[in-house]
């Protein structure tokens, strides 16, 4: 069983998102940087069928391969959404200090959590942006209008493109938010859009909701 890389914490969304409030606040588990690489590895290679088959020609037994699963995933540079006018570049983030999830000092850049998975793996990535900064809106502004079946496109550090396809969006009180649904594991090729919501609490410097857009890699791509 691959161990998983622990973390408590504080998934912290800076300026419009308030660099002192939490974006979610829960116990959880998010694979590591070296999990989602074994993850990638193994799904390269081909699955071989427990049965065998007789060669009638030359009476040998010999392993069957059933099916190769095809690595799709790649490293974000880039995403568009062009429902809501949105071409951004797309860094990797890790965790601060705290904990948390460190995410972009401006508004126009958009953050990937690098320990996660990548897009196009089997798992939930996530891609997290400000809705605003304190003087104006920010990349992920219009993500609340974002209905079932708009597409997202990210690009690859190389070109390569994956389309992903809008399923929910969902908005969470602040610390209620299902963290393994929204970071962890899972048998579809998710790609989920975080972002501030609902009213500023000028007393807590902070939103009180937080959006999850949820995404799957478009059928024919997956």
């Keep these: 069983m691959k161990k998983l890389m622990i973390f408590t914490g504080l998934i912290l969304m800076m300026s419009g998102c308030s660099s002192s409030g939490q974006l979610f606040s829960a116990d959880t588990a998010a694979p590591s940087a070296e999990d989602t690489e074994k993850i990638e590895t193994q799904s390269t290679q081909p699955v071989i069928d427990d049965a065998v088959t007789e060669n009638e020609d030359i009476g040998q037994s010999e392993p069957t391969v ?10 974000p540079s880039r995403v568009s959404i062009p429902a809501i006018g949105v071409d951004a570049v797309v860094n990797p983030y890790g965790l601060d200090e705290s904990g948390g999830m460190a995410v972009p ?3 126009e850049e958009v953050a990937w959590f690098e320990p996660g998975f990548k897009p196009g793996q089997r798992g939930n990535a996530v891609l997290a942006g400000h809705v605003d900064s304190e003087k104006a809106p920010a990349v992920f502004w219009d993500l609340k209008k974002l209905n079932p079946g708009d597409e997202i496109t990210v690009t690859g550090s190389n070109g390569e493109t994956l389309v992903f396809v809008v399923k929910d969006s969902v908005a969470y009180d602040t ?4 963290i393994e649904e ?5 048998a579809e090729k998710g790609l989920n859009l975080i972002t501030c919501t609902g009213y500023f609490d000028r007393g807590n410097g902070g939103y009180v909701e937080r959006l999850v857009v949820y995404t799957e890699l478009k059928a024919d791509q997956a």
């Design 66 to 75: 059933t099916s190769i699963v095809q690595d799709t995933s790649l490293q």
């Design 105 to 107: 000092d401006n508004g």
């Design 175 to 178: 610390g209620e938010a299902p």
């Design 182 to 186: 929204i970071f962890g594991s899972s």
